[in-house]
């Protein structure tokens, strides 16, 4: 029930509802709170948008020695030729759709589960919850203890599944040492852009929290595993940062996709560096 004294955003419904707890106008924020989640929204609306339009693209994803790593590992018959290049062709033609469709499903599925990114997008998108301490619009909250939510358990497969994605997007920088005839001892502008790539996507898959579970989690005394407790430290610092990395290798990845489409469409030749 409304009191007649909340700022102007408070609606009647949410904390105010009947089924939520009563939370007194005086605790809510009334600073721009809305800023952040605002700018999440934008930044993944438009990450979506980009990866949506380069996955459906089908087209100007290889430009040698450089593979796009929303196309890698390539695993259809109809991906572009590449030659002594990472085309796995595991599959058939796969009805002529683009090859990136058939792997983006694990690295997406990594970070639409991530618990970071799980936050951002609640809040930038549902609104559920907002922010902190701030009157939440919806008149029900029940967690993600329901299906479609509670699918979000699946995480740490992904993160299983993101280990050997990491390592053909690897495979793919040790490649992009060579130059555009195949011949090693190459470094152009594309191999600083795929090498910074692969190390920020190396340090936001290890930063995830399933990781950190993974190398120190289930033991009773750290001191009995001087090993796991070693990693567990090393995986916790990158965990303190495990936002800011989401937002740098999501962007970097973008930058390097776009790297080899600039390179593809012939907008122009890689500057060699040596
Ligand atoms: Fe973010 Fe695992 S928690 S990738």
Redesign the pocket.
Known sequence: MSTGTEPPHVTAGGVHGATRAAVPARHLRTDRWWLAPAATAAGLFAFVVYSTWRAFANDDYYAAPYVSPFYSPCVAENCEPMRSGPNWEVFGGWWGLSPALLILVFPLG?RLT????RKAYYRGFWASPPACAVAEPHAKYSGETRFPLILQNV?RYF?YAALPVAGILTYDTVLAFRDEHYAWGHMGLGTLVFLVNIALIWA?TLS???CRHVVGGRLKHFSKHPVRYRLWSWVGVLNGR?AQL?WASLISVAAADFYVYLLATGAFDDPRLF
């Open positions: 990594f991530c618990y970071y990114y995480h993160f936001y995830c929290h399933s495990h989401a």
